[in-house]
């Protein structure tokens, strides 16, 4: 059964925002034509990028501004903290702390939890990655939980289909579904409580059922019409979303949860959920097959380090682009970002510059290092990075930015544009110092599209993020893990756990968590403080979305520099939902947040 609910989970401790940030579809104005100011503003745009740190704000300048008070509190305890993608997971992780569990602990405890109440985001049918620190030792490790592509799925595979790239979604878009295995092999290394109890609170959801939020009725809606039937007749009842406060059941897959927890991975990779998933794939035309199922790993690796801003910062190596978020950090040292000031134009036009120096280098290279060579020391070199952070042009945004190297015979289109940031965050502190920076996601919304009704697992569709294009090094091939954007991080302080971060989002991930780290370490704000300040996302070429609380002065600089700017209202999902537990490094108080932009609620004691 779900955990009793806490004193503290009140109504007033989340309150509302003055905008609805449940709201699924951006309303946007496009600001896409060049300003006819843009002459007479190009010339303090340069004086800007020169000038020292800005004087008090002005809110019809250019330069940074004061914003409307933060909409939730920082949450602070001295015991554990946890942070997650819905109320009802962080209520969980933070019952698994106080019963006296790791992190880890209360990790699996949430992840379960949002498997069944953010069923489109992420789940059982989905992939997963963690980095760890162990308090004993200090020591850091991460897991790779990504599925790979069956045997079959070879180039010529999908061609043979006359297909010139993999679809998006459907049985072909399928590789095999990685976080089970993930969620069992941390428990086995860093959990203490047994695993069955663990999955008792998703159980419970999924089988007496979880009350139907407005943010969730309204993603059901907008996302949920390529379901198949079985999908349809479960999350869009008589063709529209089950009403708010409705509860929802899932009892096939509180079934499939109930085996997981009492048999292990042998359950979902071996067992009878494996037979049924793959006939079910491969009735539907896919390449996945029981033997994929079997010979499925997770993988444990050293996570990649990068030195920023006197911390210490962890992430994922590939297949994920956790190296392009090191090599943005490494590229911004080449310009001064404290005398910029926070969310000028110059300091938003360095930073979309930036973006899209690191991202050319991550489309060209990043893919499976089992099955590909990913340049790692080439695309981490400092001089490499220090000429590349030189192309910024101060007074022009770049429509097309090349790879640095290695470009000269493939394209930088590596199949895996990922706007969608359909994907939970979710991380963990414990009392004896062990913490986890962990993130799973079924890629788009309701993955696949593809619910199987004997186990009700929803698969994801990550498998669509090979490309066919010969020589690249994201092509598909037999048993590959696919390019991910999934980037959890931690940073440590001379050693020491400094804070855990991380938020879905897609390709926004690592433009997200810089601005948040620029927020929290060079412009002095608190952990919720940074998470709500405005943001902006990069897509391709010169589109920018910016967040209208930006102010008006600075959006029309941007557009005279040439950005594409398409302004968001309100607070939506477009911008992520960044997490975050920080440590205080004098008094080891744990001060944890999370994004209004999403349904993120963070916990301590």
């Not at 092999?185 to 419970?204: K, N, T, V, W």
Request: negative net charge; hydrophobic residues 40%; proline residues 8%.
């Amino acid at each position: 059964m779900p955990p009793p609910p806490l004193a503290f989970f009140t109504p007033h401790h989340q309150r509302e925002v003055h905008e609805d940030p449940t709201a699924p579809d951006p309303i946007m104005t496009s600001r896409g034509q060049r300003s006819i100011l843009a002459p007479f503003i190009l010339v303090p745009v340069i004086a800007l990028t020169s000038c020292a740190a800005p004087d008090p704000p002005d809110p019809e300048s250019g330069t940074s501004t004061s914003y409307a008070p933060q909409n939730r509190p920082d949450v602070r305890g001295i015991n554990g903290a946890v942070s997650a993608g819905h109320p009802l997971a962080a209520q969980a992780g933070l019952a698994v702390l106080q019963d006296g569990g790791t992190a880890t602990d209360a990790i699996i405890a949430m992840a379960g939890v949002l498997a069944v109440v953010r069923p489109h985001m992420n789940g059982v049918g989905g992939d997963a990655f963690a980095i760890f620190l162990d308090g004993a030792t200090g020591d850091v490790t991460a897991l790779n939980g990504s599925g790979r592509s069956g045997a079959l799925a070879t180039p010529e595979f999908f061609r043979s289909k006359d297909l010139s790239e993999i679809p998006g979604s459907g049985a072909l878009s399928v590789s095999v579904p990685g976080a089970v295995a993930a969620w069992l092999d941390a428990h086995e290394r860093f959990g203490s409580q047994p695993f069955s109890q663990l999955l008792e609170p998703a159980i419970g959801y999924a089988t007496d059922g979880f009350p139907v939020s407005k943010r969730l009725a309204q993603d059901f809606e907008s996302q949920g019409r390529g379901l198949n039937e079985p999908g349809k007749r479960l999350y869009l009842p008589g063709g529209a979303a089950p009403p708010v406060g409705t509860l929802l059941k899932n009892e096939a897959l509180g079934t499939t949860l109930q085996r997981i927890a009492s048999e292990g991975t042998k359950a979902f990779y071996e067992g009878e959920i494996a037979r049924r998933l793959a006939t079910f794939i491969e009735e539907l035309g896919g390449h996945l097959r029981v033997e994929d199922f079997a010979a499925h790993k997770s993988t444990w690796v050293s996570p990649l380090r990068g030195n920023y801003l006197d911390h210490t910062f962890l992430v994922m190596p590939p297949n994920t682009q956790g190296v392009a978020q090191l090599t943005y950090m490494e590229m911004a040292k080449g310009h001064s970002i404290e005398s910029l000031g926070h969310n000028t134009a110059p300091y938003l036009h360095t930073m979309i510059e930036l973006k899209k120096l690191a991202f050319a280098d991550r489309d060209r290279w990043v893919a499976d290092p089992d099955k590909a060579h990913v340049p790692l020391d080439r695309m981490l070199d400092p001089e490499y990075l220090r000429t590349r952070s030189e192309l910024v042009e101060p007074t022009r945004a770049a429509e097309q930015v090349e790879p640095g190297f290695g470009a000269s015979s493939l394209g930088t289109d590596n199949g895996a544009a990922d706007d969608s940031g359909d994907t939970v965050y979710l991380t963990a502190v414990d009392q004896f110092g062990n913490a986890v920076s962990w993130i799973q996601s079924n890629f788009a919304g309701f993955g696949s599209g593809l619910l199987n009704a004997e186990t009700g697992v929803l698969l994801h569709n990550r498998g669509s993020l090979y490309t066919l294009e010969d020589g690249h090094p994201n092509q598909v091939a037999p048993n590959k893990r696919p390019y991910h954007t999934l980037t959890p991080m931690m940073a440590l302080n001379n050693g020491k756990l400094a804070f855990t971060v991380g938020t879905p989002g897609g390709d926004s991930q690592t433009q997200s968590l810089l601005q948040i780290v620029h927020n929290l370490l060079v412009f002095g704000m608190s952990p919720q403080e940074a998470i709500e300040a405005p943001r902006f996302r990069s897509s391709g070429g010169l589109s920018v979305s910016l967040e209208d609380r930006v102010p008006f002065s600075v959006q029309e600089l941007l557009s005279g520099l040439g950005h594409d700017l398409q302004i968001i209202q309100g607070w939506t999902a477009t911008f992520g939902g960044a997490q975050m537990i920080y440590v205080d490094p004098e008094t080891g108080t744990l001060t944890a947040a999370a994004d209004p932009r999403r349904e993120a609620y963070a916990l301590a004691y």
